[in-house]
């Protein structure tokens, strides 16, 4: 069964018997945080399942990505966003935008934060942002796998001084540790009401953005630092014949320089991307994948209102709310 259905009855609602009943809880939980604090890692640990892309690289996510955690008890849309940061051109306008107006639309806001005793400026920025909301914020104090346990304590004091919070969680992505008492938390203050989606849904996102962005995870992971914030990919064509899929999708840079580290010697670099993407491609898809790679330079694409919306970064999601 794909993961990828969408289920729309009755003007947006998935009524299903067998797991809806008077105390059955649903709504909308946002993740926000600084870029590279484990937003992505989490949400694929809380469903389960990978959807969202992670890199060491900051600013891995760029678009709003909803996945769905259904139980008994209730149903959690998860939206990961951005990180928030200083935008430097107009993918950063979209991805700040993305983020900040995704605290006005949920039922519960997840801000992320590292264990950590000093506060920057960044993190005050997004305090600011949350004091403006009514919606209850859950700090999660995240990689707690890389700190002693005693020492969770101070950072959740110096957090709790800041501002008021609905609850504290520290947890681990990474390691999957507490993530249970923070659904726990969650559903706690989720309305009471029938679920969006049917229960076997994980994610809206379509399968070709799916795709692309596995193809980009893995260019993130290979190129050099200057190359990755510079890169998108788009699929020109997705085609399914019997038991295999056929792929085309094309690496956008912005420099010629660029597409000859992306090339790589006699196509090696291209090939790795290639061959790495194309493993979880057909883990996902469950069937074999024949997998094409092109590259190709636009410059400056990320400051092309044009470019962005051809690459998936449509600024009529900004333009919703």
Same mark, same amino acid.
């Given at each position: 069964m794909s993961i990828l259905n969408r289920c729309f009855i009755d003007g947006g609602y998935r009524r299903k018997g067998d797991i809806l009943n008077e105390n059955f809880k649903s709504g909308f939980v946002t993740l926000i945080g600084r870029p590279n604090v484990g937003k992505s890692t989490l949400m694929n640990c809380l469903i389960g399942?990978?959807?969202? +892309?992670?890199?060491?690289?900051?600013?891995?996510?760029?678009?709003?990505?909803?996945?769905?955690? !259904?139980?008994?008890?209730?149903?959690?849309?998860?939206?990961?966003?951005? %990180?928030?940061?200083?935008?430097?051109?107009?993918? %950063?306008?979209?991805?700040?935008?993305?983020?900040?107006?995704?605290?006005?639309?949920?039922?519960?806001?997840?801000?992320?934060?590292?264990?950590?005793?000093?506060? %920057?400026?960044?993190?005050?920025?997004?305090?600011?942002?949350?004091?403006?909301?009514?919606?209850?914020? +859950?700090?999660?104090?995240?990689?707690?796998?890389?700190?002693?346990?005693?020492?969770?304590?101070?950072?959740?004091?110096?957090?709790?001084?800041?501002?008021?919070? /609905?609850?504290?969680?520290?947890?681990?992505?990474?390691?999957?540790?507490? !993530?249970?008492?923070?659904?726990?938390?969650?559903?706690?203050?989720?309305?009471?009401?029938?679920?969006?989606?049917?229960?076997?849904?994980?994610?809206?996102?379509?399968?070709?953005?799916?795709? /692309?962005?596995?193809?980009?995870?893995?260019?993130?992971r290979c190129l050099e630092e200057e190359i990755p914030h510079g890169i998108a990919v788009s699929i020109e064509s997705m085609k399914f014949r019997k038991k295999i899929c056929d792929i085309d999708a094309t690496i956008v840079c912005e420099k010629e320089s660029h597409k000859g580290i992306i090339i790589g010697k006699q196509g090696g670099m291209l090939k790795k991307i290639g061959s790495l993407a194309r493993r979880e491609i057909e883990d996902m898809l469950e069937i074999k994948v024949n997998l094409q790679l092109w590259v190709k330079v636009k410059k400056d694409w990320r400051d092309s209102d044009f470019l962005l919306k051809n690459f998936g970064y449509d600024k009529k999601e900004m333009d919703m709310f």
């Open positions: 399942q990978k959807i969202a +892309i992670t890199s060491k690289k900051p600013q891995t996510t760029r678009n709003r990505i909803q996945t769905v955690y !259904t139980s008994e008890e209730g149903q959690i849309v998860f939206v990961d966003t951005p %990180g928030i940061h200083k935008a430097k051109n107009k993918l %950063g306008d979209y991805m700040v935008n993305i983020a900040e107006r995704s605290l006005k639309e949920v039922d519960v806001v997840l801000w992320l934060v590292e264990p950590t005793t000093f506060i %920057g400026a960044g993190e005050r920025h997004i305090i600011e942002e949350l004091k403006k909301v009514k919606t209850p914020v +859950i700090l999660v104090i995240n990689k707690t796998d890389t700190v002693k346990r005693e020492e969770v304590l101070l950072f959740i004091d110096t957090y709790r001084k800041e501002m008021e919070f /609905a609850e504290i969680v520290p947890v681990s992505a990474l390691k999957a540790d507490n !993530t249970d008492t923070l659904i726990a938390c969650i559903m706690k203050y989720l309305p009471y009401g029938p679920a969006f989606y049917d229960e076997d849904t994980v994610t809206d996102q379509p399968q070709r953005q799916i795709v /692309a962005e596995l193809i980009r995870e893995k260019a993130l």
